[in-house]
C-alpha cells in the first residue's frame, strides 16, 4: 500500500537470536519430515507467508493453515478460499484456541501418511508415522494448534511472539508425529507495509517497532480498506467503539484526536488500546489484506 511511503524513514525489523538458531536447526529437521504445515494469520495470509518456505519444502506435501478464522468474516474467507484455488492452493482455516477446523487438518497430514507408506510398501519398507513439521510466522498460533490436534496441552501457548524456542517432536497418535519449532521469520522485512501488518496482529516482537507509528498505519489502512472494499469491513469500527469517526482524518491526527477523546491527551495510552481492541476483535472482524485481483 503506498501509506508506507509516510513511515519508511522508521523500519520495522526483527530477528532475534533465538529465531536465527531455531531456523538453522529446522532446516536440519526438515530432512526427516515428510509433511509441513504452514500456519499463517487469517487477517494476513500474505504478510505472514515466508519467502524461503518453497525452498525448505520442496517436494514434500505442503498444507497450507489459515488461522485465527474468528478474526474475519465468512464472506472474506470466500474470498481467500477462491483466489488461493486459483493459485493452486487449497486452504485449511481453523480457529485453533477453540478447535474449529482441526480435525480437517489431522485428516490431511493423515491422508498424506497413507501415500508416504504406500510408497514404502512397494519399495519393500515398513510403513511408519507420518512426521509432520509445523511452521509459521512468531504468534500465528502454531502451538494452539499442535495441543488441539493432541488433544490435550503439551507444549506452552500464549498470545505473544516468542513463547516457543526450542524444536521438540510430539506423537499425536500411531499414525502422526509433529515437530513444533519456534516461529520464523525472514532475516530482513524487505516489504514495510507487511512488517507493519505483522506489529498490528501482534505476530513480531513488541521491541521491534514504535506504537504511536504503528497505531497511525493502522488507522490509514482501515481508511484505505473502507475506501477501496467498504463492504468487507464492520460499520465505522471506531466510531462504534469510541464514539470518534476515523474517516475524516490521517492516522497520525486521529490517533492524537482519540487520545483527547479518551484518554487524556495520552497518545501511547491511545495506541496501545487501538492494539488491544484489536486483537481481541473488540473492533469486529477486520482483515488487514484482501485477495490480490486475478
Same mark, same amino acid.
Given at each position: 500500500?503506498?501509506?508506507?511511503? /509516510? ?31 504452514? #500456519? ?31 478474526? =474475519? ?21 481453523? /480457529? ?33 508415522? #507420518? ?40 506423537? =499425536? ?17 524487505? /516489504? ?11 505476530? +513480531? ?19 484505505? +480498506?473502507? +475506501? ?67
Amino acid at each position: 500500500m503506498s501509506l508506507t511511503n /509516510n513511515y519508511k524513514l522508521n523500519l520495522i525489523q526483527w530477528y532475534p537470536g533465538h529465531i536465527a538458531k531455531a531456523e538453522k536447526n529446522l532446516k536440519e529437521q526438515l530432512k526427516l519430515v515428510d509433511v509441513v504445515l504452514e #500456519v499463517r494469520d487469517s487477517r494476513i495470509p500474505l504478510a505472514t507467508h515466508h519467502p524461503q518456505i518453497g525452498e525448505w519444502v520442496g517436494s514434500k506435501t505442503r498444507i497450507l493453515v489459515l488461522n485465527r478464522l474468528d478474526m =474475519i468474516t465468512p464472506q472474506v474467507q470466500s474470498l481467500w478460499t477462491n483466489w488461493f484455488k486459483s493459485q493452486g492452493e487449497i486452504p485449511y482455516f481453523t /480457529n485453533a484456541q477453540h478447535g474449529q477446523g482441526v480435525t480437517a487438518i489431522a485428516k490431511a497430514a493423515q491422508a498424506a501418511g497413507v501415500e508416504l507408506n504406500q510408497r514404502r510398501r512397494d519399495r519393500g519398507m515398513l510403513p511408519r508415522p #507420518v512426521r509432520a513439521v509445523v511452521i509459521g510466522f512468531p504468534n500465528v498460533g502454531k502451538s494452539a494448534l499442535i495441543n488441539r490436534l493432541l488433544g490435550r496441552r503439551v507444549v506452552e501457548s500464549a498470545a505473544r511472539p516468542g513463547v516457543t524456542r526450542n524444536l521438540r517432536w510430539v506423537r =499425536i497418535s500411531d499414525q502422526l508425529e509433529l515437530l513444533d519449532a519456534p516461529g520464523v521469520i525472514p532475516s530482513r522485512l524487505e /516489504n514495510q507495509a507487511a512488517a507493519l501488518k505483522l506489529a498490528i496482529c501482534d505476530d +513480531i516482537g513488541q521491541a521491534s517497532y514504535d506504537n504511536q507509528l504503528v497505531a497511525s498505519a493502522f488507522v490509514d489502512f482501515i481508511n484505505e +480498506i473502507h +475506501i477501496t472494499a467498504n463492504h468487507l469491513l464492520p460499520e465505522s469500527p471506531f466510531k462504534l467503539r469510541y464514539e470518534l469517526d476515523s474517516s475524516n482524518y490521517t492516522g497520525e491526527s486521529y490517533l492524537e484526536a482519540l487520545a483527547e477523546h479518551r484518554y487524556n491527551g495520552d497518545v501511547e495510552r491511545a495506541a496501545r488500546q487501538l492494539f488491544t481492541d484489536y486483537r481481541k476483535g473488540l473492533l469486529g472482524t477486520i482483515p488487514l489484506e484482501l485477495p490480490p485481483k486475478v
